[in-house]
């Protein structure tokens, strides 16, 4: 398949799965996780005017999308990946959404690179939606303390994060995660990847992270 067919086939499933949920297909942005890949695997589908992508390394990102950003300038990119906090201001100067605040530590130190840099890119809090203790995200628990912090702090939260876990069925955990949301009061759903992107997009998803249904398998 080439890079058109296969962006036609992920913005066909994204359609196919909102009707029945009575969505309209264009409140589902697409973030292409273009993780591993290099610039010319990406360029393609910038040539074809998709516009938001996705990585989970800041150093990553850093090589690859300066250039990019300057020949596309309304790129927007989106950070997917567990973040350490002696790299939230390169997080911050780089992304213009960043899915992964999981811990007071991280909130202040994107609060203080947010207030020193005057650049405010959209937060996804994640949530540690399967109680599984290798993965990042927050405990649900722990969530409204977190986002009172957040808000305290000044981050712009647009919503809620998830990765559920591997190998069974994630939609329980989707319409978990758009109940806390819809219960904390935030709007935006970052959940649904290449293989299950269906089951969230009719549970509410505004940003699914797609990158193997793109980009092919990574190395
Ligand atoms: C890699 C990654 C994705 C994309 O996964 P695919 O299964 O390749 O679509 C989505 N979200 C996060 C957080 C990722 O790290």
New binding site residues.
């Given amino acids: 398949m080439t890079p058109d067919d296969r962006l036609a086939a992920i913005h066909a499933r994204i359609a196919a799965a909102a009707r029945p949920a009575q969505r309209d297909p264009a409140q589902v942005t697409l973030v292409a996780?273009s993780?591993t890949h290099p610039a010319e695997a990406i360029r393609p589908l910038l040539g074809l005017g998709h516009r938001d992508f996705?990585e989970?390394r800041v150093q990553e990102a850093q090589a690859k999308w300066p250039q990019l950003q300057e020949e596309f300038p309304d790129t927007r990119l989106h950070l997917?990946?567990q973040l350490q906090s002696n790299k939230a201001a390169d997080a911050v100067a780089l992304a213009d959404a960043i899915?992964?605040v999981d811990r007071p530590s991280l909130v202040a130190a994107l609060a203080r690179a947010m207030d020193a840099q005057g650049r405010r890119p959209d937060c996804f809090v994640q949530v540690n939606i399967g109680a599984e203790p290798q993965k990042g995200g927050c405990a649900i628990a722990d969530l409204p303390a977190l986002l009172a912090e957040a808000r305290a702090a000044d981050l712009p939260v647009a919503g809620l994060m998830c990765?559920p876990p591997a190998a069974v069925e994630p939609a329980p955990y989707f319409a978990l995660l758009a109940r806390i949301a819809r219960d904390s009061g935030v709007f935006a759903l970052s959940m649904g990847?290449?293989?299950d992107l269906e089951q969230a997009v009719m549970l509410g998803a505004t940003h699914v992270?797609?990158?193997?249904?793109l980009f092919g398998a990574?190395a």
């Fill in positions: 996780v993780k996705g989970n997917v990946g899915h992964s990765v990847m290449s293989d992270r797609v990158g193997s249904a990574r």
